[in-house]
């Protein structure tokens, strides 16, 4: 069965939104139910792991804060590491959900009101970064989907977004090549 990037990203970012976050609560709430989970009590000012998908609708409600896991820092250190391998094959290892965090951060970064000129001068500097980090990461990747590459010794550097567009870029190769120089015929 083929599985489009689209359709692996959407069903990995369900997964996603089940990692358990860290939230204060920035007031008290009475009879919290997440499937599951129910409280008839949370004091303003506790901390407790929830959901992420609870713990977005919590907080643009106000309810909540999410406490940074530090995905800012692992962007700019994963961009800054691309950029120094620019000219090199190497691949920087990437965190597992990295581009799940990536949609996550990007979104929190376009969320913020269109009047707030900093604010959205900060979206598109993370913006501009991250289409540096995929256009760098996707050249490599042309490299290795070339007939008769050996792309085993990159693929644990990979992430599973990266493994699918590899295997979907081989294909299309194998198939561009045969087709131009009429092999099998």
Known sequence: MYVTIEEMIDIRRLGFMLTPVKVLFKSSIQNLKFGAFQTEAILEGSIMSIPLWAAKILEKNGFVEIQDEGFEEEFYKSVAKEKLLRDSLNLSQLSENFYLALLDFLDK???????????????????????????????????????????GEVLPKLTLEEQTLLKILQKNVKDFVSKILEVGK
């Not at 500097?125 to 050249?139: E, F, M, T």
């Open 109 to 151: 970064k376009r969320s913020t009101p269109s009047t707030d000129v900093m604010a959205r001068s900060e979206y598109l500097k993370v913006y501009n970064d991250a289409q540096d980090l995929i256009s760098i990461r996707i050249r490599k990747l042309l490299h290795f989907a070339r007939p008769f590459t050996d792309a």
